[in-house]
């Protein structure tokens, strides 16, 4: 008997493809939170987008979901599940690494923008002038420290790339380790110490109670001043209006954000009329047919895998 597998994940429509071919698999096609209610009984398993998972489908899961036993996130996080947690017997998985490289090159292609002060330039531009007098001169990330919130999969991938511009990377993760591409790997209890020496931080960590809001007025208190900060992880680690007063100070010299809190911001907010500010649309995991074949190849092993009753991989609940 074929187990059901149903996927909500909009635009991916490589992995119907995939599942579909898969011999033991009924796949089911979901595309809203009502339609999951209804595919919901009978189900043994779901691929889904991570953000999918709200407070109303954890409940949905609990009120309908009988046979549920296993959810594959295509995505790194999974703060969804955290915050809202998933009825036993069932096992949470994630991509894994499969996104890290293209996150870790948005990630640095907004640091070295910020750095060279390239959002600066846009306005002479439109005006047809060669004009240097703005606000702030370009830096470098030569010699300079770049503080690495995070170091998973798109931490580290963060850091082999600034590494190559001669940076000094200092990571900090839960507990001290070393690292071939970090110069320091220290406890997140020394988060405040490292930023004091800190030109750039880069945010990549995983979403939860303990780093929800962690970048808050006290840290930006500690951050070097003139520092930029980059966040491509979660708009909630860094508290938004904390950031809005350091950038209109000008203590923060610059934020490039690929997410925000909230997300996406109203259009009157304060958050907009910042100086030195580039956001994009939560586009950082998207653009890579490497990334498409990660995730397609870790869906097709994991499901072999529970089908066959082995360990899956990239258990995250």
Known sequence: MSARILLWSPLD??????????????????????????ALPGAEAMVMLGHF???SVAELIRARADRMRWIQLTTAGYDGISFHGVPEPITVTNAGHSHAPMVAEHAVTLL????????SFAEPQARHVFDRAIPLPPTTLEDATVAILGYGGIGRETARRVKAFGAHVVAIARSARTD??????VASSDLHAVLAHADALVVASALTAETKGMIDTAAFAALKARAVLVNIARGGIVDTMAMVAALNSGHLAGAGLDVTDPEPPPTDHPLWSCPNLIVTP?????????????????????????????????RVG
Do not use: K, W
């Open 13 to 38: 429509d490589y992995l119907g493809d995939l599942l579909a071919a898969l011999d033991g698999v009924d796949y089911r096609r979901v595309r809203s939170e009502a339609e999951l209610a209804e």
């Open 53 to 55: 998972y709200t407070a």
């Open 112 to 119: 070295t923008a910020l750095t060279r002060r390239l959002h």
């Open 180 to 185: 071939e591409f970090a110069d320091e790997v």
């Open 282 to 314: 939560h586009v950082s995991g998207l653009g890579s047919p490497a990334v498409r074949r990660r995730i397609a190849d870790l869906v097709r092993d994991n499901v072999g895998r529970f089908l066959t009753g082995q360990a899956l991989l990239h």
